[in-house]
């Protein structure tokens, strides 16, 4: 009998989607990849390394070049101070840096956290590991996380609290209120906090970004997760790395070297590269990214669409209840067939399914997409 975890698993949202907007021709705002490719310098320097060799296995823990790298952004950003000879891991995308902390932090029985809507690796991964999670629904139109609500699910066994800031997909950037909730509520525990920040530079309105482990005493029980597809737009990289204090990352490295062992030296190289001198393009990708956001809001609200706010990442969600009577997934199916645009229910981020009255949107576009959606939105409600 296969693992019934993964077995159970429905065809993910992403890829029903997706395979229904090839289907109609539709425009893709459904799955979250920037159409446009990162810097030419890294790939530049990827594409020299990949001929000029070598090609064998680099360090588990990754190049040394690439961990400095990382540390020193860590450094200069948010001040956090990480020796990249063991509290810096690289992994293959934050996929496996989150995959790699679940099952070195929780093993069988042991419960973990999670903060739902959550992004679909978290779950399986940790119950493939053998641990129990407990959920907390967050909610719109505020999506808060609340003391009362995290210590109603924490008990004796919580290993671990995974949380996603920048959230994907609600868009929210916890504030310094709820990171401190965070810190009271572990602070004399031995709980681990799990911070997956693969969206840390894509934060909007000027608003500063705050790492969990930057707050007093959370340095020690903080594995920072970050990704170079999100900071770069080169999703199909796959570099990811985690940082933390060294009795945690020691265990996280013992994982990552039974899942993947490495990563590709060409890419880790071209992404020590981007670390170093190319963030400016980081900074002006949030600064479209926030065009986006505006456009595709202003043309949303105009709809009927109830807009949530959208603080940081390439999401913006959405209420449906004043165009429709359906549920999200019909809706974003019909949308897909009649008006030529692709979303994602958002009931697919939880696992009781609630609620299911709205929709996600990805602008990480270019702004042409974003108006044609807009245009065939206008022109199909127009008609019904
Ligand atoms: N965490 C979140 C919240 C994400 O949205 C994504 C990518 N969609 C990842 C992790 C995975 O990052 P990577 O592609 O580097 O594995």
């Known amino acids: 009998m296969p693992n019934p975890v993964f077995s159970s698993l429905p065809t993910s949202i992403f890829q029903h989607m997706t395979v229904l907007a090839l289907k109609h021709d539709a425009i893709n705002l459904g799955q979250g990849f920037p159409d446009q490719d990162g810097p030419i310098s890294l790939r530049e320097v990827a594409a020299r390394q990949l001929i000029d060799g070598p090609n064998q296995y680099p360090p588990s823990k990754g190049l040394l070049v690439l961990r400095q790298a990382v540390a020193a952004h860590g450094a200069k950003f948010y001040g956090l101070d990480y020796d990249p ?12 840096a989150i995959t790699g902390a679940l099952m070195a932090m929780a093993g069988v029985g042991d419960e973990v956290v999670m903060i739902e809507p959550t992004y679909d690796s978290y779950r399986p991964m940790a119950e493939a590991a053998g641990a129990v999670v407990k959920a907390i629904q967050l909610g719109p139109p505020h999506w808060r996380l609340t003391e009362q609500a995290l210590r109603a699910v924490i008990t ?3 290993k671990a609290i995974l949380i996603n800031s920048p959230h994907n997909p ?3 950037v916890f504030s310094r209120e709820e990171l401190d909730v965070l810190t009271r509520v572990v602070t004399g525990t031995n709980i681990v906090v799990i911070c997956d920040e693969v969206y840390e530079h894509l934060v909007f309105d000027g608003r500063a970004y705050i790492p969990l482990a930057s707050l007093q005493g959370m340095r020690e029980r903080v594995l920072r997760i970050g990704s170079a597809g999100k900071i770069f737009s080169l999703t199909g990289w796959k570099v990811g790395w985690v940082t933390g204090p060294r009795e945690l990352v020691s265990v996280v490295t013992k994982a990552h070297q039974f899942l993947t062992f490495t990563t590709s030296p060409a890419l880790q190289l071209g992404v020590a590269h981007g670390l170093t001198h190319e963030m400016d393009f980081t900074l002006a990708l949030t600064a479209r990214l926030q065009k986006n956001r505006d456009v595709l809001s202003a043309g949303l609200s105009k709809l009927g669409f109830e807009v949530q706010p ?3 990442t390439y999401f913006l969600t959405a209420g449906i209840t004043k165009l429709t009577n359906e549920k999200d997934f019909a809706f974003c199916e019909r949308l897909i067939r009649e008006a030529g645009v692709a979303l994602i229910p958002l009931s697919s981020f939880f696992q009781s399914g609630t609620p299911d009255t709205f929709v996600r ?3 990480c576009k270019q702004q042409y997409l974003i108006e044609q959606s807009l245009d065939r939105l206008n022109t199909y409600f127009a008609k019904t």
């Open 361 to 363: 949107f990805a602008f």
């Open 85 to 96: 000879e063991d509290e810096v891991l690289i992994t293959s995308g934050g996929t496996e």
């Open 170 to 172: 609600a868009g929210r």
């Open 156 to 158: 004796p066994k919580t």
């Open 310 to 312: 959208c603080e940081g």
